[in-house]
């Protein structure tokens, strides 16, 4: 399945980028339109949309991205982030428009594997004692000990070494993050931890899971991560996007620090087991 977190669409920027600039917001939607046509060619079995898709969820984008969605040949399932809700619609709204339960929480099969998708649009959207923990908790009790088990979110549960030390804007990691990693130590069948919002690629493996961030299409490095299920562990591959001329624009705006979000090849083109 192909993982698109953060693709930022804005309809009152919509003409593709001329100038260098770090994100390219005018390309958003054409990208996004452009990249589920190619996935389905590449014969992926589902597109996650990891948060921040809409930037924010306007009537206009609500319209248009349910019409994408319901029009796509391959799956996509699609989780809410924190822009969606920036001064426009309630989060409520957003699942509705998108047949998800109000609370956002709901689980994805894809190949008979579960995928857990976690509505985070807040750091505090885990915590113990609110709806959505009791959610998760009673979520990873109805699957049999010997399912492996994947979790989706917009937010990461740990800081990724790319976003350590002066580059902690304090925006990367549930509040209740401790309390997430500690249930689900219990459940040692959930191998991953996939998330959005900071997109660079990166991989980090703790107490035996796999937690991944992943590029976005509209910000340096331009790229879109894939990854393949096995019994015994994932293979992912890091594809850049074919306008190498829009990805130029980007990565001449970060300029040298472009290397830091290139992200090494171990974590862009890996295979990680569990067995």
Known sequence: ????????????RDSLPVRPTKRLYGAARWLLETYLERLASMDVDAVFLLGDTLDPADDAGLNWLT???????????????????YGWTSVERFHRAFGLPDHGHHVAMVNEVPFLMLATPDQDSLIPGSAGYRWLQETLEEFDSSTDLFCCAHFSLLLHPCVEGSKNDGMQVLWSAGEIMSLLRERPNVRAWIAGHKNVPSKVVRDGMLHLLSPQLIQAPCAFRVIDIHDDGILS???????????RLSRLAYGADYSERHGTEEDRDFWWSWK
């Open 67 to 85: 019409s994408l969605i319901d029009q796509s040949t391959v799956p996509v399932y699609i989780i809410i982030g924190n822009h969606e809700t």
């Open 237 to 247: 591959r890091v594809h850049d996007i074919e306008e190498q001329d829009l990805a």
């Open 1 to 12: 399945m192909a993982l698109l977190p953060d693709c930022h669409v804005q309809f009152k």
